[in-house]
């Protein structure tokens, strides 16, 4: 099956830093999602983004397909933002997502 | 709008006991699938379902069942637990576009 890479595996930052998440997979995707699962174990879908890029207040994604890579981008760190971040993605068809094993960001205040 | 709803949200068993978990959703979603995860990995798919009355086996599905009679709801069992199948269990379920995915709280499930 697909295999997922992300890292770095553990990160820790000062409040208003910035920090660039990467994964890795090594097939062709046609659905890749990020997720941020905070510190009371809730997943909360941030980006579905397959290829291009999106915007979301504080947070960015870039996913390169043709390389097999993107990046999360988190700007100006709050504690809330603490957590384990997650991309899942899928080849396609009904199966579920594949995920790997997450980037556990701590930042402190 | 609940989303994605699990029951229990805790339990202990004994290794051989049988219990069934389960996902509701209220989002007319065609898809709907279940994941286990251990400390330091990944979501992992268990079992996952298509449609009312489908269901396939995902990467890890040994001693696991599952049903999907309703669109609504989906069931995971586990026949005779074993202290391997301790775990976070959660519930998801997406579109057909599969777009977004909308994962439950979780169950944390300890088996002594």
């Known amino acids: 099956g697909i295999q997922v890479e992300q890292s770095p595996p553990d990160l820790i930052l000062q409040e208003g830093a910035n920090s660039t998440l990467r994964c890795n997979f090594s097939d062709s995707v046609n659905n890749l999602q990020w997720f941020h699962q905070n510190p009371w174990g809730q997943l909360i879908n941030l980006f579905y983004i397959p290829s291009g890029t999106k915007q979301n207040g504080r947070l960015s994604a870039t996913t390169v397909a043709t390389e097999r890579y993107s990046l999360l981008y988190i700007s100006s760190s709050q504690t809330t933002d603490s957590g384990v971040y997650f991309c899942?993605?899928?080849?396609?068809?009904?199966?579920?997502?594949?995920f790997g094993k997450g980037t556990h960001l701590i930042i402190q205040p | 709008n609940a989303g994605v709803t699990q029951t229990p949200k805790f339990r202990v068993l004994k290794t051989g006991q049988s219990m069934t978990l389960l996902c509701a959703q209220d989002m007319n979603h065609e898809y709907m699938y279940w994941y286990r995860q251990d400390p330091g990995m990944g979501l992992r798919l268990i079992h996952y379902?298509?449609?009312?009355?489908?269901?396939a086996k995902g990467e890890v599905p040994d001693g696991y069942n599952v049903s999907r009679l309703k669109k609504q709801n989906f069931l995971l069992g586990l026949e005779s637990a074993a202290p391997s199948q301790t775990s976070v269990y959660f519930c998801?379920?997406?579109?057909?576009?599969?777009?977004?995915?909308?994962f439950g709280s979780g169950t944390r499930l300890t088996v002594v």
């Open positions: 998801a379920s997406s579109s057909l576009d599969r777009y977004g995915y909308t």
């Open positions: 379902s298509v449609g009312e009355g489908t269901t």
């Open positions: 899942a993605v899928t080849r396609g068809g009904a199966d579920g997502l594949t």
